[in-house]
């Protein structure tokens, strides 16, 4: 049956069966009322079996306080990156609203967005075949030989230069072994490796990362990169090849998105976030994250309608770019059990991205003191 456009639309439970997300409608009890086709996709369930079905029944939430929250049938509720267990389909890291439908007294919509399968270089999502042909294995297999070249180019050129330049030679040696690290770590993402994470020197880090980017804008054009560090800050648990990865990626994009502007400016700060943050890892257990980086630029920003979507593959702002670099510091630090988000000051004209990671053990009576003192 064809329609006018211009004279009728389609219904509403067309226009949600429509919809990629998961949405149920709970009625008063949290119990399902409806879900649409994607609803029944993620859950794995028809909506046979799911109506008249509780939500706790359906969906098990790691922290406990969300459920708290929801049953507050009247507050809307807006949670990232949380851990939930489905049954029989294992746990997933999702997104999720719930919000009260209105004239409708303890009735509540819910939507869901399941983060898992578009993690960037994520889980497996078929047998030994597909994951011999993923994306990180061809790219290790292409990049590995080129780099055994450079690094051995690098030693030869170490020997004829005089002191003060071997600096950059041990530079390149050094950042050919990093990226050798990280093709390795990449090749192991597939197969679910526990990333192995250590106490870090969040500054080391930092300058390595800016050393780099300085290496490689030998004009010096690029905008100059401002450090707000807070010397006092403790160790973080991270990975140090991770950690510069992460700060190359993040500055680069920075000088890059205020490059057409007058008075370019991008500046890294470190702190210590006395505010309580939470991530949820994949074993369920709640980490504090309180050490943030920060690293802002007063160029344009991303585009509105990207926004939502710069964390996920092949999402790019640039015409030579291929969408894989915030998706791989997304990746890398959540492999150190830290959380990445974006935000845009229209006010100041700035753009932010906070990175919150968790404090080495030995460092933590120390911070928790402090916390106490700041409050």
């Given at each position: ?7 009728a ?5 067309r226009?949600?069966?429509?919809l990629p997300?998961a ?7 949290h ?5 649409n ?16 079905r509780?939500?706790?029944a359906?969906?098990t939430?790691?922290d ?8 507050d ?5 807006s ?7 489905i049954?029989?389909?294992?746990t997933r ?12 007294p303890g ?9 898992t399968?578009t993690d ?10 597909t ?18 070249g ?13 002191d ?7 530079l390149?040696t050094?950042?050919?072994d990093?990226i050798a ?19 870090c020197?969040?500054?080391?880090a930092a ?7 300085r ?15 807070d010397p ?11 950690l510069v990865?992460?700060?190359i990626?993040?500055?680069a ?5 205020c490059?057409?502007?007058?008075d370019?400016r991008?500046?890294?700060?470190t702190?210590?976030a ?23 630029d007063?160029?344009l920003?991303?585009?509105?309608a990207m926004?939502d979507?710069i ?7 640039k015409?030579?770019?291929q ?7 997304r990746?890398?630090?959540?492999d ?5 988000g974006?935000e845009?000051?229209?006010a100041?004209?700035?753009t932010?991205?906070?990175v ?5 053990p ?14």
């Open positions: 049956m064809s329609h006018n456009p211009r004279t639309m389609p219904e509403p439970h226009q949600l069966a429509s997300h949405v149920l409608l709970l009625k008063p009890g119990t399902i009322a409806a879900a086709p994607a609803a029944e996709q993620f859950l794995g369930q028809s909506m046979r079996r799911l109506s008249g509780r939500l706790e359906i969906l939430f790691v406990e306080r969300l459920i708290e929250r929801i049953k049938e009247e507050t809307p509720v949670a990232r990156e949380i851990v939930v267990a049954r029989d389909k294992g890291r999702i997104d999720i609203t719930v919000a009260p439908v209105a004239d409708w009735w509540q919509l819910l939507t869901i967005h399941d983060n399968p960037a270089f994520g889980a497996d999502s078929g047998g030994a075949d994951a011999a042909l993923r994306g990180p294995e061809i790219m290790a297999h292409e990049i590995k030989n080129p780099l055994a450079i690094r051995g180019a690098a030693q030869l050129l170490a020997r004829r230069v005089e003060r330049d071997r600096a950059l030679t041990d390149i050094g950042e050919v990093r690290t990280l093709i390795d770590r990449m090749q192991r993402l597939s197969r679910k490796t526990p990333p192995i994470v250590e106490p020197n969040l500054h080391e300058r390595r990362a800016i050393d780099v980017l290496a490689g804008d030998p004009s010096g054009k690029g905008a100059r990169i401002e450090e707000e560090f006092s800050l403790p160790s973080v648990m991270g990975s140090p090849d991770g990865q992460v700060m990626n993040l500055l994009n920075a000088r890059e998105a490059s057409d502007m007058p370019a991008v500046v890294i700060r702190r210590f006395s505010g309580l943050q939470l991530n949820t890892t994949d074993s369920g257990q709640p980490v504090r994250l309180p050490i943030e980086l920060r690293v802002s007063n160029g920003g991303v585009p509105l926004r979507h964390f996920e593959p092949f999402v790019t702002t015409k030579s770019g969408g894989l670099g915030l998706p791989l510091v990746k890398l630090v959540r150190m059990s830290g959380r990445i974006h845009r000051d229209e100041t004209g700035w932010h991205f906070r919150h990671l968790p404090i080495a030995e460092a933590h009576t120390r911070a928790s003191n402090r916390s106490k003192t700041d409050a």
